[in-house]
């Protein structure tokens, strides 16, 4: 019953702007640490951010701290990665990803593609 759906991903030039969106159902939303992760083509999948239940500790890769934020909006059971200044080193699968906790297995979205090239 666990569901997480990405979104928001799409062709954008150099310098531009994305946010991406992950839409959790079949649990309580609040009561879970969630991640983002991506994986580039030939590359091993990357841990891009993590944020806190009540959305109060964030933590970020080097290679985005400056220009990635992430949030969530626990009344819409939806997280966020707001993605600025964007890189072409940036393009790659997005995943939203709700990790293992205590007797419980991590649940991973199908992904959504952020494409970044002029």
């Known amino acids: 019953q666990v569901q997480l759906v990405e979104s928001g991903g799409g062709l954008v030039q150099p310098g531009g702007s994305l946010r991406l969106s992950c839409l959790a159902s079949?649990?309580?939303?609040?009561?879970?640490?969630m991640s983002w992760y991506r994986q580039a083509p030939g590359k091993e999948r990357e841990l891009v951010a993590t944020?806190?239940?009540?959305?109060?500790?964030?933590r970020y890769a080097d290679s985005v701290k400056g220009r990635f934020t992430i949030s969530r909006d626990n009344d819409k059971n939806t997280m966020y990665l707001q993605m600025n200044s964007l890189k072409p080193d940036d393009t790659a699968v997005y995943f939203c990803?709700?990790?293992?906790?205590?007797?419980?297995?991590?649940?991973w979205g199908q992904g959504t593609q952020v494409t970044v090239s002029s």
């Open positions: 079949g649990f309580g939303f609040s009561k879970y640490t």
């Open positions: 990803q709700r990790p293992r906790a205590w007797l419980t297995p991590d649940y």
């Open positions: 944020i806190s239940e009540s959305g109060g500790t964030t």
